[in-house]
């Protein structure tokens, strides 16, 4: 079956220092597609980088990169130069691209705090 | 502003009850998905909605039900709820393509059943 794992309920991070936050999936179709979602407190959810199973490079959105390693089956997110207004919860999403729905499965999530 | 609105966004109501929840997805999405939050199970898919037609299903309760109608909004109905019913009710849309990458999320509706 299909399952995203994300390991770290917490990670702590002081302002303008890198951090990675870990997710590894776990799929047999070799069309799939990677997201990260930000949760702040207010409870929407933000769209930050998606990555396609088929993608060559790794994909990259301003502080925001996805260091893909297929082998692996990982999808880190890496938040560059972390700021205050990046405290909130990350959730690492699967979407399976061959089949008729393309509804995503989330991991549990990583509640990031940023401290300056 | 992902431009995908839900109403209303909070929602408290006793056990046995109906609810329905409304969202219109981004102008020209095709798509709509509708996803449950709550602390003891995260974040589950529901059920997935395309120009109308149900599409996909998730773990959606038989308690539970949801129509996509002609102008592409959608409602999720919730009937004879109970307490662990209480969650955060996300409405998503895309364009319905899968190559598509994104799916917009809406504000979501805060469902508390007392």
């Known amino acids: 079956a299909q399952k995203i794992t994300q390991t770290q309920p917490g990670m702590f991070v002081q302002e303008k220092e890198a951090v990675t936050l870990d997710c590894t999936y776990d799929t047999s179709d070799p069309s799939y597609g990677l997201f990260w979602y930000k949760q702040p407190s207010s409870g929407e959810m933000i769209f930050l980088i998606y990555q396609g199973s088929y993608d060559q490079q790794n994909a990259t959105e301003g502080r ?5 390693q297929k082998a692996r089956k ?8 972390s700021q205050l207004g990046d405290s909130a919860m990350y ?4 979407r399976l691209a061959n089949q008729a729905g393309t509804a995503l499965i989330f991991g549990k999530g990583t509640t990031l705090s940023v401290s300056s | 502003d992902s431009g995908v609105t839900q109403t209303p ?5 006793a056990t ?8 219109s997805p981004r102008s020209g999405d095709l798509s709509v998905y509708w996803y449950q939050q709550s602390l003891d199970q995260g974040l589950q898919f529901l059920i997935q909605y395309y120009n109308g037609e149900e599409r996909a299903k998730g773990n959606i309760l038989e308690r539970f ?14 009937s004879s709820l109970e307490l662990g019913d209480s969650a955060l009710y ?17 504000p979501g509706t805060r469902l508390t059943v007392l």
């Open chain 1, 64 to 68: 925001y990169s996805l260091n893909f």
């Open chain 1, 74 to 81: 990982s999808a880190n997110l890496v938040i560059s130069a």
């Open chain 1, 91 to 94: 959730f690492c999403a699967m």
């Open chain 2, 9 to 13: 966004k909070h929602l408290i109501t």
């Open chain 2, 16 to 23: 046995g009850q109906r609810v329905t929840l409304r969202c």
């Open chain 2, 65 to 78: 039900s949801a129509q996509q109608f002609p102008d592409l909004h959608s409602e999720l109905n919730l």
């Open chain 2, 90 to 106: 996300f409405c998503a849309s895309s364009a319905g393509d899968p190559s598509y990458n994104e799916q917009f999320f809406g």
